[in-house]
């Protein structure tokens, strides 16, 4: 980090006090040193992070981040508050602050400096050293690493024996989160730092963004437990089997990985031992913190939406590539480029409708892998890496019967289910290395194949045209309370499952485009923007009833919206659900109403500002989003005032902008 941090990115006397006011101020510090470009566009890509989840780490650590076009150089900016600023970490605010910007597809710089960062706040005399120091120059000096710590971390002893002369007590560990970045390496270090405490050697495999090293093969086999700390699969779970294992969240090991070596040694004493398949899941569900192996373990219901997210999830870069690239051919050359000769054989470089048909042609060739990819992930996610194969052969074959999305979706269950049976067979030990390179792939594609084209293909082709058919003879009312319920989930949920599953709904009309599916794509994009835009609206007409905080977070709501981030007014729902949510909830199911009234359609699988070329009826696609907009900023000044006319204090608390205004909700 030698060049990421000078003195004059260190303030050590931070006055903000709130997250976006302490993120502008290191910022303009940015500015300032000539490490970002545009201080406005900036703040907007930090808010956008934000948004998506807390940078609050236990501690009192504050690490907003992001990958930003307005950034020249990698850079990090430090700065230290008195009275604390709420980041969203769970034991309060932070007085630590660490403002990280990469720039755009930077990610290795990026991942570099959190993990590199995330590892060293775990030693707590380095966070001492941070809240003593007085000189910004030497502050930035140790952030920088120039200056080492009075004990470093020691390599542990090859030899370390307990009194009996016996060898020490050896774990493997795995920690990953959900961006596989901060808390990923918190937890790694506390591992190993507690194993260190514990006399127990510890070995750590990080699993973030940046990919992961595997461990030593020699080092598992000599391993006496196994800690999986962790809030997604682990990969290659396989390696592990024959261990007592903890499985727990990535959290509990940043919090208490004392108690976590404690019960690894308990189980390898007691001789329990995890059935974790060669690449599947283990029937060890640890002991809390969210996390673990969580799809393993939870209610069926929320073990299939896991696996259906985890389909769509894979397959939304797919839909974000070719929709765009098709969307664009359509404003280049008009619809009827899609019906243009191959670019392979009929190309001409001075020719607009040649490039229209090139971008056309390359964006369906990214379309045809929707299905696949949805059934091939969606099995992986039930039975990790076996179960691929099976998955993609089995949406090619849904492709191959006409029976589109819903095919891949049942394609993708299939597989996943024949999978994990097969896994559940035992076989000798000289057919395991074998099983899920050859023989599960092998039997699993035969079965799937043969379920769908003899069993289920053409009953699911049947369903898919009935609904096809529904989609292009909406008219009327039909249409309109389709908008509603599209709407409403849009709205619920703010980008989480419900959110998900109207998405998903939507795309996967892409996949075979009517004038049906292109008005429920239209009607999504258009309600997922009305969240973020009305609780900005709000903050600005009646700024006396929302905090301080929420003020601020309701300037960079306008750009969230604009830009089709849901979550932008996530912030509001959770201060105040019982009134932000039902009201955001109308004003979404009204604008799904209105845009399927008027016919909107749209061929692109993004919303926001930026697709409005590309919009049928674009200025009455944009009064719909207007009329919903309007209508949930109404309802929510009209709760919220109600509440405080209920209560004055509330209202003088809220009258103040302080941050301490804010009401406690109860059902």
Known sequence: MSELITAELVDLDLSAATKDAAARSLAERMVAADRVTDLDGFLADVAAREAQMPTGLDGGIGIPHCRSEHVSAPTLAFGRSAAGIDFGAADGP????????????????????????????????????????????????????????????????????????????????????????????????????????????????????????????????????????????????????????????????????????????????????????????????????????????????????????????????????????????????????????????????????????????????????????????????????????????????????????????????????????????PVHATLRGIMPVLVIPLIASAVVGFLMFIVVGKPIASLQNALTDWLNGLSGSNAVILGVVLGLMMCFDMGGPLNKVAYAFAVGGLADPTDGSLKVMAAVMAAGMVPPLAMALATTVRKKLFTKTERENGRAAWVLGASFITEGAIPFAAADPLRVIPSVMAGGAVTGALSMAFGATLRAPHGGVFVVPLIGQPFLYLLAIAAGTLVATALVVLLKGARRTASDPAGEAAATGSDDSRVTVAA
């Open 94 to 425: 932070a007085d630590l602050i660490f403002l990280i910007a990469a720039p755009a597809g930077a990610d290795d710089d990026h991942l570099t400096i959190l993990s590199a960062l995330a590892r060293r706040l775990m030693d707590p005399e380095f966070t001492a050293a941070l809240r003593a120091g007085t000189d910004p120059g030497a502050v930035a000096a140790l952030i920088r690493g120039e200056e080492p710590t009075e004990d470093p971390d020691p390599e542990p002893q090859e030899e370390d024996t307990t009194a009996t002369g016996s060898a020490p007590f050896r774990i493997v560990a795995v920690t990953s989160c959900p961006t596989g970045i901060a808390h990923t390496y918190m937890a790694a270090e506390s591992l190993a730092a507690a194993g260190r405490a514990e006399g127990v050697e510890v070995t750590v495999e990080t699993q973030g963004s940046a990919g992961f090293k595997k461990l030593d093969p020699a080092v598992v086999a000599a391993a006496d437990a196994v800690i999986w700390a962790h809030d997604v699969e682990v990969r290659e779970k396989g390696r592990f089997r024959g261990k007592p294992l903890v499985d727990v969240g990535v959290k509990a090991g940043i919090n208490r990985p004392a108690e976590l070596i404690a019960e690894a040694r308990r189980k390898a004493e007691r001789g329990e031992i995890a059935a974790v398949s060669e690449d599947g899941g283990s029937t060890d569900s640890g002991d809390g913190d969210g996390g673990g192996s969580g799809a393993d373990h939870a209610h069926f219901g929320v073990r299939l939406r896991t696996y259906l997210m985890s389909g769509v999830s894979y397959m939304v870069p797919f839909v974000a590539a070719g929709g765009l690239l098709i969307a664009l051919s359509f404003a280049i050359g008009g619809y009827e480029i899609a019906s243009a000769k191959s670019v392979a054989d009929h190309f001409v470089w001075g020719e607009a409708d040649s490039w229209a048909a090139l971008l056309n042609q390359i964006g369906s060739a990214a379309f045809a892998f929707l299905v696949p990819v949805l059934a091939g992930y969606i099995a992986y996610g039930m039975a990790d890496r076996p179960a691929l194969v099976p998955g993609f052969v089995g949406g090619a074959i849904a492709l191959t019967v006409n029976a589109g999305f819903l095919g891949g979706l049942v394609a993708g269950l299939l597989a996943g289910a024949v999978v994990m049976a097969i896994q559940r067979v």
